[in-house]
Nanobody, 126 residues
Framework: VQLQAFGGGLVQDGGSLRLSCAVS????????VGWFRQAPGKEREFVAV????????YYADFAEGRFTISRDSPKSTVALQMNRLKPEDTADYYC????????????????????WGQGTQVTVSS
């Protein structure tokens, strides 16, 4: 299973970006997808997660109300729409997949995810 995150870039304070995570390979079974981010000098942190059906979504507090996670009908692409971006959102953003169809209480833990994509850099200028 391969994940590829793309869509990062440079945006001004208050702007928007849409990140995408393409999932390919032998994705037998159902899986949830999460987004994480890592700012310079900081630990990687949870951003958002979506279940296989798309019916369950959870967000970090800083993302609630500004970010929206979604997945397309074939379930092969997961998007993260980020609005009202702030300089503190500057980070490398990573997507990860977990071989479980539903979102349980461990969704924010990095070590429960089975596959990771490379990061895509987001820079928000003030």
């Amino acid at each position: 299973v391969q994940l590829q995150a793309f869509g990062g870039g440079l945006v001004q304070d208050g702007g928007s970006l849409r990140l995408s995570c393409a999932v390919s390979g032998q994705t037998y079974g159902r899986y949830t997808v999460g987004w994480f981010r890592q700012a310079p000098g900081k630990e990687r942190e949870f951003v958002a997660v979506i279940s296989w059906s798309g019916g369950t979504k959870y967000y970090a507090d800083f993302a609630e109300g500004r970010f929206t996670i979604s997945r397309d009908s074939p379930k092969s692409t997961v998007a993260l729409q980020m609005n009202r971006l702030k300089p503190e959102d500057t980070a490398d953003y990573y997507c990860a997949a977990r071989r479980i169809s539903f979102v349980d209480s461990y969704y924010a833990r990095q070590n429960v995810y089975d596959y990771w994509g490379q990061g895509t850099q987001v820079t928000v200028s003030s």
